[in-house]
């Protein structure tokens, strides 16, 4: 019999296909790694040759030959193929879809690889007098010089086209001109910039640790306060790893990050640099994974699917907040980067490093448990200080746009002093519901458990969780009475009473309605970065990673909401948010002071947190943790089921736990079936199975014999099933 083809594709099913070769393909021109297109039922898909071997998993008389071949050498090396398919198994997940899915979108669809073109803008040395003239002559080619200096002196062409449209005329007059030139991400020309300061003893005892391990797999947990200078190290260490003639391989939590970070790589590190975040194009995307996959960019720098390029040659890992929930991906192939990429440190051999002010309770617990280097930077860098922290106690107060009177006396007195303040609200849109005055009626989502939001800008009430919309209404949808009212408070209206009381203070709003216009993240950063803009005020975007030097205050204005959540990780959650708010403040020159309003004073959360400090809380919260059995104290695997009948769902999960039981024989805690905490989502109901096991090898095992079977239950056609291995979000 000739080769058996074993191909991954993208579909739902719990293996590869087997496929003959292509007519007149000699089996030395296939290779592992490489794509091809062949027969699917009635259509053609492109798949992955994982493997070849002399046996077929069907009757020969039902094998069918493959097309054609894509590509004339593989995509992937057999390493990262291997890689990958421990991913799928580890995740129980359909190999093909994972796969698949670590290709760029065009290469998945069976399209030829691109010709590399430039990606980044840079600005050169202009003429004065030319400059100047172009106010006069020329001003979008003024206008886009003046972005390029607000950026630091380049940016790449995605965000270029997020800024402005119909930009390709000015680029090219002013390449002509020699004012810009165009090229790859980290290719430029000028020289490096040495580092500007020394480092801290703490700092250069981290860089020495890791240093020392470099060649070798251990990991490490960067345990660094706010502003202590967790980037100073991972640029030291990445110098290091490029001088030895390896790879680095950078994970960041949101995309909103990358262009700063890319700035500071560009002027400190040598060599073009790959960047893979969905915030570029499809073309772009691919351009840097080619990159990275041939080896001609040495740093690759990218979000969450970053962790599934192939990086030849690897020799650091670095995982810049690791706490962060963004790292999980929670629909489809439910992954997490972070762990992810401790495992590909350890198949390449080489360290890696978890950095965060706010470490999740799993990575302290293996730091604790000896498994990881545990890396301490307790300082601030330079002359910068810890910022004090303080509970206003709202109870009996009147507040004005959920403002506290002190709150607004403590703006008032940093706005006058020149200072910049931030005002933090999880929560965007105006107000989280409407209701009316006379009948009570409130703004419900008709497809889901939840409340619709207002959006006074735009005059809608909009669903955060499942899109549904429509028009405010000028009347009560009930009773017909005009008495509807916001109850609550979000961004938008946070953004109209700060104007209110301070006029003559410029203000920016951060949040995704505020960001949603091209180039509009970009701007409201630069201003908030360049003391433009006197107020901030936003949501968890502006919490993650950034550096105002110039805030002097952060006011989180409801710490509440955080505090009584039904998933056993809400308080983590509440303390990681808390502590990343309160670094941005106090982060230059001036000292920095947090304000955080409460009716739970006493609440022993917050008490920790303002007394003590973060590790405190994640102490007291580890051995809760122990004395409840829960992760990271053991190990868990969550069933999702949805129809459009709750019964259907919580039909199908009693068949499973009832399987997994049998399976199980005892060894296995099943919870469940359950509702999930929002019940109904989107029109469909949502139920729960939890399984938790006191070791994770032996929830594997189990896993392995069980998820392959819940196909083939009875009423598993009827509902849409998921498994989440390590489930971070129980809702």
């Not at 080619?141 to 390709?168: I, K, P, T, Y």
């Not at 939840?450 to 009560?476: D, V």
Request: some cysteine.
């Amino acid at each position: 019999m000739s080769s058996i083809l074993h191909i991954a594709l993208p579909a739902p099913v719990y293996g590869l296909f087997d496929y003959l070769p292509p007519e007149n393909t000699p089996e030395e021109k296939l290779a592992p790694g490489q794509r091809l297109l062949v027969p699917f039922g009635h259509s053609e898909r492109c798949g992955l040759l994982v493997g070849l071997s002399d046996r077929a998993s069907v009757a020969a008389h039902k094998l069918r030959a493959a097309r054609a071949v894509l590509d004339e050498r593989p995509l992937m090396s057999r390493e990262h193929l291997a890689f990958l398919r421990w991913v799928a198994d580890y995740y129980h997940h359909p190999p093909g879809e994972v796969l698949l899915s670590a290709l760029p979108v065009r290469l998945r669809k069976g399209k030829p690889p691109l010709v590399p073109r430039p990606d980044r803008i840079r600005i050169c040395d202009t003429d004065p007098e030319a400059f100047a003239a172009l106010a006069r002559r020329a001003p979008r080619q003024r206008q886009l010089l003046d972005w390029l200096r607000e950026q630091g002196g380049s940016a790449s062409m995605s965000e270029l086209r997020r800024r402005f449209d119909n930009v390709h005329g000015v680029v090219r007059a002013l390449c002509g001109k020699g004012m810009i030139s165009l090229g790859m991400a980290g290719d430029a020309a000028t020289p490096l910039q040495p580092p500007r300061f020394a480092l801290e003893p703490e700092q250069a005892q981290a860089v020495a640790a890791v240093a020392s391990r470099l060649g070798r797999y251990h990991a490490f947990l960067l345990d660094g306060v706010t502003g202590s200078g967790k980037t100073e190290v991972y640029l030291r260490l990445a110098q290091q790893v490029l001088e030895q003639g390896r790879s680095l391989l950078f994970l960041v939590p949101e995309i909103s990050l990358t262009p700063q970070l890319i700035n500071r790589l560009e002027k400190r590190l040598p060599g073009p640099i790959a960047v893979l975040h969905s915030g570029r194009s499809d073309g772009e995307r691919e351009q840097a994974w080619q990159m990275a996959r041939q080896g001609r960019a040495r740093v690759v720098l990218g979000t969450r699917s970053a962790v599934l390029a192939p990086v030849p040659d690897l020799g650091l890992v670095l995982v810049d907040e690791e706490h962060d929930s963004a790292y999980k991906q929670q629909e489809g192939f439910r992954y997490s980067a972070r762990d992810m990429a401790l495992v590909r440190a350890q198949r390449a051999n080489c360290p890696v490093v978890l950095g965060s002010a706010t470490p999740s309770l799993e990575s302290l617990k293996n730091a604790m448990d000896g498994r990881y280097g545990w890396l301490k930077l307790t300082r601030r860098a330079g002359k910068a200080q810890h910022p004090g922290m303080q509970l206003l106690d709202i109870r009996n107060q009147r507040l004005q746009g959920g403002l506290s009177p002190a709150l607004l006396q403590a703006l008032e007195a940093v706005l006058s002093e020149g200072r910049q303040a931030m005002v933090f609200l999880n929560r965007r849109g105006y107000a989280p519901v409407l209701t009316c005055y006379g009948c009570g009626w409130l703004s419900d989502c008709p497809r889901c458990d939840a409340r619709q939001t207002m959006h006074r800008r735009q005059g809608r009430l909009i669903c955060h969780h499942c899109g549904n919309e429509r028009s405010l209404p000028r009347q009560c949808p009930s009773c017909g009475s005009p008495e509807l009212h916001p109850l609550g408070q979000g961004t938008e209206q946070l953004e109209q009473v700060l104007q209110q009381h301070f006029p003559g203070h410029p203000l920016v709003r951060i949040d995704r309605d505020a960001t949603s216009a091209k180039g509009r993240l970009d701007d409201l950063l630069a201003q908030a970065r360049d003391g433009r803009a006197s107020l901030l005020v936003g949501t968890q975007m502006l919490a993650k990673g950034h550096h105002f030097p110039g805030v002097a205050l952060v006011a989180l204005v409801d710490v509440d909401g955080g505090l009584f959540g039904a998933d056993f990780r809400a308080a983590e959650r509440m303390a990681q948010l808390i502590i990343q708010v309160a670094g941005r403040a106090g982060r230059g020159e001036y000292p920095g002071r947090v304000l955080m309003q409460t009716r739970f004073p006493d609440h022993p959360l917050l008490q920790t947190l303002v007394n003590e400090d973060y590790a405190a809380f994640a102490r007291e919260a580890l051995k809760e943790r122990a004395q409840a059995e829960l992760p990271p104290c053991s190990f868990q695997a969550l069933i999702r089921a949805s129809a459009v009948k709750a019964e259907t769902a919580e039909d199908f999960l009693r068949q499973a736990a009832a399987l997994v039981e049998k399976l199980a024989g005892g060894a296995l805690q099943v919870w469940g079936p359950v509702p999930a905490p929002m019940r109904k989502r989107a029109g469909r109901y949502r139920s729960h199975l939890l399984l938790q096991a006191d070791q994770r090898k032996r929830l594997q095992r189990i896993l392995e014999d069980f998820v392959p079977v819940l196909s083939t239950l009875p009423d598993a056609g009827r509902v849409r099933w998921s498994v989440d291995v390590d489930p971070l979000d129980l809702y």
